[in-house]
C-alpha cells in the first residue's frame, strides 16, 4: 500500500527495483553460511515447507500473498498511529503472528527459503519456485 501510494506520488525511484534485485542476490549468498549443524533438525521441515510453496496452486499462492501483504500494511499503519516505542511492539505484535501462524506467503521470505532448500538438495528447482 504504502509504494503503490509513494508510485501515485511519483516518490519511487529506481532504488526499489535494485532493492529486490540485490535481496535475489543477496539471500542465496547467506543461505551457504547455513550451519551443517543445523541441518539435522530443519533438513526435514525445509524439504517439506519447499515442496508445498511449490505444489500450491497460483490462486492460493496469490490469494495468501494478498492476505500477508493486508496483515503486514496493517501492523505499518498500527505502529504509525502509535505513540511510543511500546505501543508500536504491541501494534505490530498481532498481525505479524497472524501472518506467521497462518502461513502466509511472503515474497521476501520465500527468496531466503527457497535457495536453501535448493542448496540442501530438495528436489525442487528455481524454475519451480518461481512459477
Partial sequence: MFMMASWMERKTTIQHGAWICANLAGFPVLGSFHDPR????????TFQLAVQKVSMSWVATLTQGM????????AIWRANAAQDIGG??????????ASVIGG?????ANMYMMPLA????TPV???DSIV
Fill in 118 to 121: 535448493i542448496m540442501l538438495g
Fill in 38 to 45: 543445523w541441518r539435522l533438525c530443519c533438513d526435514a521441515f
Fill in 104 to 108: 502466509y506467503e511472503q515474497c521476501v
Fill in 67 to 74: 492476505l500477508c501483504n493486508w496483515l503486514v500494511c496493517m
Fill in 125 to 127: 528447482t528455481a524454475r
Fill in 88 to 97: 508500536r511492539i504491541l501494534a505490530i505484535l498481532l498481525p505479524v503472528s
